[in-house]
């Protein structure tokens, strides 16, 4: 994939302003990327920026809190009545303020800022008349300014009410229609993790064919020679009948990636796949990783090797505090970083 670095193909997936809050602490904070059919995109990042979170949001293992990702153009998530929601809170909290005439002053030059903003220069003058002109300066309010104040944001109030209402009631149907692309969806994306999440009661080739077996329907038949078949790809399929506490970590590993193969997945997701590898064995699993981009198989690879990511991957991203600090391809992005952040995390890690 490294040679076609402008990928011209459609997007996969596609996310825009993803947002995840746990209990209020915000993790992701806005992440928009398009992934294209063959990019292998390599994420780093400081630990605790929310590249997990983010795997699993591709993957809707993880419920996102604001944003849209759709695959091949379909809906898989969409929530983004956050702005819309703000806006009818504080026309709401508003209108309130312009009630009690004891807090209308603060209130009143709220309005007509807002107002001043959304107007073209020639009308300026028109509004500072309609609002008694000085509404921003004067102190106290009369009677008649406050009610006049308080007509305007009760119509921007039922403006904002129907614009909310409106965008609920379509993600509403969004997320109806979404459960059928979900499911198609997941199956579509593997993941494969730092712990590789073995069944240690079932064999090598059990833990493969389960999932195509369960969800694919695969006869045990076909799946096994699936199973077979890639595991001879990777060179291990004298471990078919082995148990994965027999194995060594990047054999497991390597397993784990066959695993995902017999889904016939569509993208691959990896979050941090040798992290938790003595380091003899990382080169082996990488290896997978770049036979697997070599045939073109659309990626996105969370890891701090960074040798790995300027050789393998066409796209590296810089992920700091929930959000893509910096995107480039590789060459570029390692030896002319823009970012102050990145210029530091590279610092360390090179
Ligand atoms: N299920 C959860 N509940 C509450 N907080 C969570 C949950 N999952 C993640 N977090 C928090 O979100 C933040 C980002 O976590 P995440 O695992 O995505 O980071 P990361 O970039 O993958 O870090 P690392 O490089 O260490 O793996 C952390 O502060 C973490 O504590
Ligand atoms: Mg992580």
Redesign the pocket.
Known sequence: MKENKTNTNPALLEVQQLCKE??G?K?LKGVTIDIRKGDVVAVI?P???????FLRCLNLLETPSYGQITYEGAYLFKKICKEEKEAFLAAKSTVKELKNPKNAEKAAKKVAKEIKKSLPEADEEKLSKTLQSPMEEKLPLTEQERLDALTIAQADLEKAQKAYEKIKAEEKRIQKNSLKAINRHRQKIGMVFQQFNLFPHLTVLENITLAPRKLKKLSKKKANALAMELLKKIGLEEKANAYPATLSGGQKQRIAIVRALAMEPEVLLFD?PTSALDPEMVGEVLNVITELAKEGMTMVVVTHEMGFAKEVANRVIFMDDGVIKEENEPKAFFENPKDARLKEFLSKVL
Do not use: I, L, M
């Not at 630990?47 to 979170?53: A, H, L, N, V």
């Open positions: 746990f209990e602490q993790v990042g630990s605790g920026c929310g590249k997990s979170t941090e």
